[in-house]
């Protein structure tokens, strides 16, 4: 099976105006890649745009899953997700999805979080699949292609590609280039490489020219829309996790 | 002399770690090897969320929603540090950059197997983060962790009962009742703490 390219009509970054107008068109069924480490770098506004929206049966692919009842959580307590992929979905105030898991209402795939971060990288990057050490002899390498390679074991990881991916920066230009704060930069670089539309938040967009090109994190090329929430909502972290 | 408690654990890690070191700190336990490195050790501390040069706890003012660690508290940057993207800071540890992880752990062969992310226990929700990436990743592994469950059962085992996080990978074992060298040629107990060595190795079957 070939990918979708992105179509030319889709090629040069729009500004939108409202998260809700920056999240129209995700259909029933996408694979929704979300930024953020707990509340850090999650693109609250867009989730929020995203449930309202009201698409359904989701795929979400996060490092987590959730954090009280704002944000991610509150997609997943609207019904709206069928399967979850992450690396660390308990954490001290994830009760929405601990609820949902344990009723046996959502799927859970546990990925450990380098996988995770080199899956979404390989799917942006063009990589057919890559021998990784990681989980190898655990249960997460269990009944993967293994392969002996210089002597260690390595099983055979594929890549994670997104329909959509949302995702938080600092600010952008309205060509798209992002630079991010801080550990809040964590998933989204490589989100936004890995999905067919990629949607980003930022505090401000500015005009070409106002990024120095020697900090741009992001290129444009990987960003079809972004939209300014110039005060975002700061979710408080009750949780510990990994 | 008494067994330790974890801040003479943590002291006695942060003890071996060279100076200069890279290293990474897992979550719970670990964290307070922090507390214990020397100030002019030159020790960069790795968060697998994406930085290097990660510093002491935020407090008050500094806290900043951006600015966390692994165990997502918020924490300071040091002169120095650097930011980078997810994909970057587990090639970091995969690509054997990090001198030194240091993990918690629910058991640890006598073979060097960790078993660290999940009970398996019914309604136990697993949680891997980036346990399996350290674990393979960091050229050496330390365990820091009690030597025996609250019911007295040792979590030094000559084969994890628990899921595993990864095979042959961790190198020492500090304990509050000893260190404890993982080789080629099996366990070599360093020092003990609070035990005879003939009681300790009565105890763990060694």
Redesign the interface.
């Known amino acids: 099976m070939t990918r979708e390219r992105r179509s030319a009509a889709s090629r040069s970054t729009q500004v939108h105006e409202s998260a809700d107008e920056a999240v129209a068109g995700v259909c029933d069924g996408a694979t929704v890649l979300v930024g953020g ?5 999650q693109p609250v506004e867009l989730i929020d745009a995203l449930r309202r929206c009201g698409a359904k049966d989701l795929t979400i692919v996060s ?1 987590n899953a959730g954090n009280g009842s704002h944000g991610l959580a509150a997609l997943l307590a609207a019904g709206r997700v069928r399967r979850i992929v992450c ?5 001290k105030d994830s009760h929405v999805f ?1 609820e949902l ?2 009723s046996g209402r959502i799927e ?1 795939e ?9 899956r ?2 390989a799917a942006g990057a063009g990589i057919g699949a890559f021998y ?9 390498g269990q009944g993967k292609e293994t392969r002996t390679i210089d002597g260690r074991d390595h099983v055979l990881e594929f890549p994670i590609h997104g329909d959509v991916a949302l995702i938080k920066a600092q600010q952008a230009d309205t060509l798209g280039n992002l630079v ?11 989100m936004a490489t890995a999905a067919k539309l990629t949607v980003a938040q930022v505090l401000s967009v500015t005009e070409p020219g106002s990024l120095d090109p020697e900090v741009v ?1 992001t290129p444009g090329i990987y960003v079809d829309r972004v939209v300014a929430c110039p005060s975002p909502a ?2 408080a ?1 009750e ?4 | 002399m008494s067994r330790l408690d974890r801040a003479g654990i943590a002291k006695l890690v942060a003890a071996d770690i060279p100076p200069g070191s890279y290293v990474n700190l897992g979550i719970g336990q670990p964290t307070l090897v922090a507390d214990h490195l020397a100030p002019d050790s030159g020790v960069i501390l790795h968060t697998e969320n994406g930085m290097l040069g990660m510093g002491r706890a935020a407090d008050g003012d500094e806290v900043d929603p951006d600015l966390i660690n692994a165990g997502k508290v918020p924490v300071t940057e040091t002169p120095g540090a650097s930011y980078f993207h997810h994909a970057d800071s587990f090639a970091m540890m995969r690509g054997g950059h990090l001198d030194v992880c240091v993990l918690g752990a629910f058991q640890v062969s006598f073979t060097g197997d960790l078993a660290n992310w999940h009970t398996g226990g019914p309604g136990a929700i697993p949680a891997v983060g980036g346990a399996m990436d350290l674990a393979i990743g960091a050229k050496q592994v330390y365990v820091m962790m009690t030597l025996f469950t609250d019911s007295g059962a040792p979590k030094l085992v000559p084969s994890c009962t628990y899921p595993l996080t990864g095979l042959r990978c961790v190198r020492r074992v500090y304990t509050d009742h000893g260190v404890f060298l993982l080789g080629e040629d099996g366990v070599a107990i360093r020092e003990t703490h609070g035990i005879g060595e003939a009681d300790l190795r009565d105890r763990l079957g060694l």
């Open positions: 480490f707990g509340t850090a770098g490092n690396s660390f979905p308990r954490q601990d898991y344990r859970l546990v990925v450990p979080q380098g996988n995770l971060a080199e979404l990288r990784c050490p990681t989980g190898v002899g655990t249960p997460l991010y704060r801080k550990t809040a930069r964590n998933f989204g670089p490589v994190v700061v979710l972290e949780g510990a996790g990994g």
